[in-house]
């Protein structure tokens, strides 16, 4: 199969589920805003996913792709390591069109790894999964995404955590973007230039929807969510 | 002009399986406009001179055409010369006085040493092999004009083409990958009618027998294009990888 056993194949791999995992990013950044404005709303959204059965679905999708996407680094790491040699150069010189993201993407992606446990101890333990098992006692109820944002940032530890765990992700998506579109062979002279532009600009606007979001409920938890809103009208 | 003298702490290896290790020996009083080939040239009959054994490296032309030299001089292959330069073209004034000058063999498993720093490339010549032709009959040449070529198709070719094949772009990869010479060689006939006959099969060949020589995956760093002495660029790479997804998905 040449999606493994060639080294286009291997990176195809890595391209589809990287763009696949930066649209999952933005469409959780999107849900994630509407917590600033609407308590209701967004527990609306919480409770539509919730547990049911096509939020388990794309959750297991999701985790078949984010596997995937380590597997393949990890590969792809081992064998350009084996490709360089043992021999290390004495003396380096970066070039200046060379970013430093660029070069460091197994060492962002395991920063945005570890981020990921935490996150998901935070907010998926208490409330996809709490609902799954039937947990009770616990802080707030599963689908009160609201309360738990709350109960999370009301650490000031916290925030500077998921902020350096969110500036981690942007590095890796600055690089990520246009590389993916590189990889798939979309690029060019011209294209060049307009993928990395609109990779900055995307991977930016999504990244700051989810910094907003934590900087927000640390320094203003009560101001928030105050207008009364309806998301999804046709289904409640 | 002036001269200058400076150290050049040189690599010696002997073979592929030898640790290897730096010796150092310093040039005195050497004018500036002295490529530093001939330095090290100048270096070599001091060695003997002194009855130690010369330092061994490639070099051929020395016109910046052939693609044979290949050094890794301080930290950048070909050394930092103007873009578009090999180590040919790189003279002594770019130096100053009192320098260490570090001098190392392109470093990646599918370039095993020689001796000192000259390097087996042999590997390119391998894919080339496998791939990078047109299969023409040859005999009476045909009008020139038969087949109608767009001016820009045929620059674009034409900058694929000059690729010299030396090897820089694995040296500066972090990943020793060669897909900035395979793409530009893909790319010179993948763009010209008479090449696009066979595209689909040369792109697969190509590739299969890179990957088969053990060079690494492209991780898009660009290091390659920095210091590719004729400028090829990553949008050759792109081209690759279209000319093969395509390939594997007709398939």
Redesign the interface.
């Known amino acids: 199969m ?1 999606l493994c ?8 791999i890595m391209s589809v589920t990287g763009a696949a995992l930066i649209l999952f990013l933005t469409f959780h950044g999107c849900m994630n805003v509407v917590a600033l404005f609407s308590e209701s709303a967004y527990n609306q959204i919480c409770k539509l996913l919730g547990s049911n059965w096509y939020a388990i679905v794309a959750t297991m999708g999701l985790a078949a792709l984010m596997a995937l996407h380590v597997v393949y680094a990890f590969i ?1 790491t081992f ?2 390591r ?4 043992n ?13 430093w993201a ?2 460091n ?1 197994l060492v962002l992606g395991i920063i945005v790894a570890l981020g990921l446990v935490l996150h998901l101890h935070d907010f998926w333990a208490n409330m996809m999964w709490a609902e799954i098992i039937g947990a009770e006692g616990l802080q707030c109820p599963p689908t009160d995404g609201f309360g738990w944002i709350k109960f999370t940032f009301s650490n000031p530890v916290f925030v500077v955590l998921y902020l350096i765990w969110i500036a981690a992700i942007w590095m890796h998506l600055t ?1 990520g973007f ?2 993916a579109m ?8 011209i ?2 230039n307009r993928w990395k532009c609109i990779g900055y600009v995307w991977s930016s606007v999504v990244m700051a929807m989810f910094a907003i979001v934590a900087i927000a409920f640390t320094f203003c938890p009560d101001c928030l969510g105050k207008c009364d809103g309806n998301v999804l009208p046709f289904i409640f | 002009m002036a001269n200058i003298s400076f150290t050049v ?1 040189f690599w010696k290896q002997n073979g592929p399986k030898d640790a ?1 290790h ?1 010796d150092s020996h310093e040039l005195k009083n050497i004018p500036d406009d002295t490529s530093f080939l001939e330095a090290l040239d100048i270096l070599n009959e001091e060695l003997i001179a002194e009855g130690k054994e010369p330092f061994v490296f490639d070099h051929d032309c020395r016109e910046g055409i052939c693609g044979m030299c290949s050094l ?1 001089i ?3 292959p070909h050394g ?1 010369t103007e873009r578009g330069a090999t180590t040919c073209q790189l003279y002594v004034r770019k130096f100053k006085d009192g320098d260490v000058v ?1 001098v ?1 063999p392109w ?4 370039f095993p040493v020689i001796k000192d720093c000259m390097v087996d490339r042999t590997a390119f010549d391998k894919i080339i092999q496998a791939g990078g032709y047109t299969t023409v009959r040859t005999g009476a040449p045909q009008d020139a004009n038969a087949i109608l070529i767009p001016k820009p198709d045929a620059d674009e070719a034409m900058d694929c083409a000059s690729c010299i094949g030396c090897g820089a772009c694995v040296a ?6 060669a ?1 900035l010479f395979v793409s530009s060689k893909v790319s010179q006939l993948a763009l010209l009618p008479q090449g696009r006959v066979e595209a689909a099969k040369r792109a697969k060949a190509m ?2 027998k ?2 088969e020589l ?10 390659c ?3 590719c002495p004729k400028c090829e ?3 050759n ?10 390939a ?1 998905l007709a398939d």
């Open positions: 040449w056993n060639s080294s286009i194949g291997r990176k195809v792809l064998q350009n084996k490709a360089r040699g021999n290390k150069y004495a003396v380096t010189s970066k070039p200046a069109i060379v970013e660029s070069q993407m690089h246009w590389s590189q990889t798939l062979g979309w690029s060019g002279h294209w060049f | 702490k290897g730096f890794y301080n930290g950048t930092k570090t190392e470093r990646s498993a599918g500066a990869c972090k990943n020793g990958s897909m590739v299969a890179m990957d053990g060079f690494g995956n492209c991780t898009n760093t660009r290091a294009e920095a210091v660029t990553i949008a790479i792109a081209r690759l990888n279209r000319e093969f997804i395509k594997k």
